[in-house]
């Protein structure tokens, strides 16, 4: 059967509509197609208790290449930076280049283990400590961690780095993080998640923090501002000056989003501001 008319036989099995262009692996599924052969083990089979085996397992049979071809016409649906310009108003999506998949690939990098000996991995801490010194000095920070994976949980850890200063000061009574509503929408779950209060500050009409709404919601409960700059509408906050030196009169501190590095670097360091 070819692979056209086994995805006929799908949509037709599956009664799908037009709209749908591209089956599940459920319905592509055909009883007794075997993707994986494995060999017989050489060793006792260590069988698991009846009681929690399956009656049924509910898995798709399909042929490894069937499987390769329903992700690579997925695949092809997607807009990447691959295919063209990404912007997202905030932060373009970069083109990483492709030796960098081959280089970390390294042997050194994926086999190793966190509790091996530390006289023998040098070379990754070496490489570590380069990129942190770079960062430093790109951002204009005098320190950096690497310990978040990235993303959210690179919010999430500055976010608790800011609750962690003003606990070190005995000010537990800053609760509350300001947040523009032009921010990124995940800012408002790391600091909910970190057990603090999410209040919205609201633009301007050109796009920037509303500098009175600003001023208005600064007291002694904040714990800083998370500013995405450029905002998610693109646009570079014409008074960001004015909006760190509010924040900080009153006692807060000021979260650069991380998906601004691209759009900064080279320009902008923000330490600076």
């Not at 310009?85 to 283990?113: Q, V, W």
């Not at 790391?190 to 500098?211: E, F, H, K, T």
């Amino acid at each position: 059967m070819t692979d056209s008319s086994t995805l006929r036989q799908a949509q037709g099995d599956a009664s799908l509509n037009a709209k749908i262009v591209e089956p599940t692996l459920f319905d592509l599924s055909s009883p007794g197609r075997v993707g994986v052969s494995f060999p017989d083990p050489d060793v006792p089979r260590a069988e698991l208790p009846e009681s929690l085996l399956r009656a049924d397992l509910p898995l798709p049979e399909l042929a490894e290449v069937d499987v390769v071809r329903h992700y690579m016409r997925l695949s092809q649906f997607n807009y990447s930076v691959d295919g063209g310009f990404y912007p997202l108003g905030s932060c373009t999506m970069k083109y990483n280049p492709k030796i960098n998949e081959d280089t970390c690939r390294l042997p050194g990098f994926t086999a190793t283990h966190p509790l091996q000996p530390i006289e023998t991995v040098q070379g990754n801490l070496a490489l570590m400590f380069t990129l942190q010194e770079w960062l430093k000095e790109i951002s204009g920070f005098a320190a950096v961690t690497l310990q978040p994976a990235a993303g959210a949980h690179g919010e999430l850890t500055g976010v608790l780095i800011m609750r962690a200063y003003h606990k070190a000061r005995r000010d537990a009574k800053r609760v509350k993080m300001l947040i523009p509503d032009a921010a990124h929408g995940t800012n408002p779950a790391s600091s909910a998640m970190s057990g603090l209060q999410v209040m919205q500050i609201p633009s301007d009409a050109r796009g920037n923090v509303d500098l009175a709404a600003l001023r208005s919601a600064c007291d002694e409960t904040v714990v800083g501002l998370m500013l995405t700059n450029p905002n998610t509408l693109g646009l570079f906050d014409e008074h960001i000056e004015e909006v760190v030196k509010i924040v900080h009169d009153c006692g807060g501190l000021m979260y650069g989003d991380g998906a601004n590095l691209n759009a900064l670097l080279g320009i902008l360091r923000p330490a600076d501001v």
